[in-house]
C-alpha cells in the first residue's frame, strides 16, 4: 500500500465525514500486511484486505508486472507473492473512487502510473460536487504496492 497517499487521506478525513462521507480503502496485501500498515500508519478509516484481487478484478484493474519489474522488486527484496498471499505477480493499478450512496460511480481516478493518485484537495471537491439535500457519499481509494 502507498502508505503516504493513505496518510494524506486521512488528514482529510473530517472534511469526508462533514459531507456525510466515507472513506475505505482496499490493499492487495495479505492480512497480516495490511493490518501492519493500518498500524504503522495510524490510520483510522477502514482498509480492507483484497487478498487474490477479488475486488480489483472485479474493476479490471490487475495486471501483471513486467519481468523487468519483478527483477527489479526482487533486487530490493520485495516478494510480492509474499506480501500480497498469492502465488502472482500481479498488482492492482491503483484508483479511487467517488461512489454515491445509491452505488453510482461518479468519479474515478485511475492512473497506470503508480506514482499518480486522486490528491486530497480534489478528493473533496469531487465530494462537494455531490452534496445535495439528500445526497451521501462513499469514497474508495484502491492502494497499491510501489
Known amino acids: 500500500m502507498d502508505s503516504a497517499s493513505l496518510r494524506a487521506y ?9 459531507m456525510n462521507g466515507t472513506l475505505v480503502a482496499v490493499s492487495p496485501q495479505s492480512v497480516e500486511q495490511t493490518l501492519s500498515q493500518v498500524e504503522k500508519s495510524s490510520l483510522v478509516f477502514p482498509v ?14 490487475v495486471y501483471r508486472v513486467s519481468p523487468a519489474t519483478e527483477s527489479l522488486l526482487r533486487g530490493f527484496a520485495i516478494e510480492l507473492p509474499v506480501v500480497n498471499a498469492t502465488d502472482s ?8 473512487y467517488v461512489i454515491d450512496r445509491h452505488g453510482t460511480i461518479r468519479h ?8 499518480k493518485r486522486l490528491e486530497p484537495l480534489d478528493l473533496l471537491r469531487e465530494l462537494h ?14 492502494a497499491a504496492r510501489n
Open 129 to 142: 460536487k455531490l452534496q445535495g439535500p439528500a445526497e451521501a457519499t462513499s469514497v474508495a481509494p484502491r
Open 108 to 115: 474515478a481516478f485511475v492512473d497506470a502510473d503508480y506514482r
Open 89 to 96: 505477480w500481479e498488482l492492482p493499478v491503483p484508483a479511487t
Open 10 to 18: 486521512q488528514e482529510v478525513l473530517d472534511s469526508v465525514r462533514s
Open 48 to 61: 480492507i484486505p483484497d487478498v487474490g484481487s477479488s475486488i480489483a478484478l472485479s474493476f479490471k484493474l
